[in-house]
Nanobody, 113 residues
Framework: QVQLVESGGGLVQAGGSLRLSCAAS????????MGWYRQTPGKQRELVAT???????NYADSVKDRFTISRDNAKNTVYLQMNSLKPEDSAVYYC???????WGQGTQVTVSS
């Protein structure tokens, strides 16, 4: 059974930084592309960033040059470093292992102006 546990969210002022973590279990983590998503009330969940098993990263245009996704296969963990945060980045952030339907509980990020 795939389990994903996100952490690291919080309240930060605009321009600040946060680092999110997602610990995975129940999968051969190193073989999976991992992704970070976010969702605000009344909107669809949107893809923020992905990282392949070999470390190739892709980003949504809205976060490019501000967010960095990384992974530590020894710790079965994927990270999202978020810099220069904006109020519009406020959302619940989730991680996902590609081709699975598992989602964690999410972690709330709130950016104040």
């Amino acid at each position: 059974q795939v389990q994903l546990v996100e952490s690291g969210g919080g309240l930060v002022q605009a321009g600040g930084s946060l680092r999110l973590s997602c610990a995975a279990s129940g999968i051969s983590f190193s073989f999976y592309t991992m992704g970070w998503y976010r969702q605000t009330p009344g909107k669809q969940r949107e893809l923020v960033a992905t990282i392949t098993s070999v470390g190739s990263a892709n980003y949504a245009d809205s976060v490019k040059d501000r967010f960095t996704i990384s992974r530590d296969n020894a710790k079965n963990t994927v990270y999202l470093q978020m810099n220069s945060l904006k109020p519009e980045d406020s959302a619940v952030y989730y991680c996902n292992a590609a081709a699975t339907t598992a989602w964690g509980q999410g972690t709330q990020v709130t950016v104040s102006s």
